[in-house]
């Protein structure tokens, strides 16, 4: 039930923020930002050294409010998964395939999404129970790329990073993604202290997503 009630709020959030910074007051400063521009799904990416601190901070905040996902992202092996489940993150991204990551996260019952590019490495990801996958670089392929990919798997659920920004995100949903991901231009402005202008691009993203689903 866990995994499941975080994969429909996963859902339901359609957008998520990969949070990076340098810093851990960027890092939570940013992902409230993304919050109050009604992004509630994020991703605190291992990239930052203060990655488990973050979670652990946002946690605390978001207590109780089970519609913020909080997940950790750029995870590469079963060991930073761990460390990330143990600072409270609902869900593991990873921009590759870890079997071992794969089977850690089943054990605790967190969702597993990892990177991957071929059918081949999706049909291995469903085998070891993965229930969506991240089609990465997204930029490489475009939203055509999915379509293909919905002929053989249509029951494949898919995020897409990298790729994604306001003038083409309801092309990427229309093609058949369930997620997707955002991040660059956000966690440029958090350096740079620009947080108010993070909550108003995170609104145009849901006012976007809100088009789509209602369209």
């Not at 975080?6 to 859902?11: D, M, V």
């Not at 079997?99 to 999706?122: D, H, S």
Request: aromatic share 6%.
């Amino acid at each position: 039930m866990k995994k499941m009630n975080t994969l429909k709020a996963l859902s339901e959030c359609g957008v998520v923020a990969v949070v990076r910074g340098n810093t851990k007051e960027v890092g939570v400063n940013t992902a409230k930002a993304c919050v109050e521009g009604d992004v509630k799904g994020l991703e605190v990416t291992f990239t930052n050294k203060y990655a488990a601190d973050i979670i652990k901070e946002l946690v605390s905040i978001y207590e109780g409010r089970e519609d913020v996902v909080i997940g950790a992202g750029t995870v590469l092996d079963a060991e930073t998964a761990r460390i990330a489940i143990l600072a409270g993150a609902r869900y593991i991204v990873s921009p590759s395939f870890s079997k071992e990551t794969a089977i850690l996260c089943n054990r605790y019952k967190v969702p597993y999404i990892p990177g991957v590019m071929t059918i081949n490495e999706i049909v291995s990801a469903h085998e070891v129970g993965v229930d969506v996958v991240k089609i990465f670089p997204g930029s490489v392929y475009g939203p055509g790329y999915i379509k293909a990919i919905k002929g053989p798997l249509p029951y494949a659920n898919m995020m897409i990073t990298g790729g994604v920004n306001i003038n083409n995100i309801n092309e990427w949903f229309k093609a058949g993604v369930d997620l997707v991901g955002i991040g660059g231009e956000l966690n440029t402005l958090g350096e740079e202290g620009k947080f108010e202008e993070i909550t108003s691009i995170c609104k145009q993203y849901i006012e976007k997503l809100t088009e789509v689903r209602e369209g």
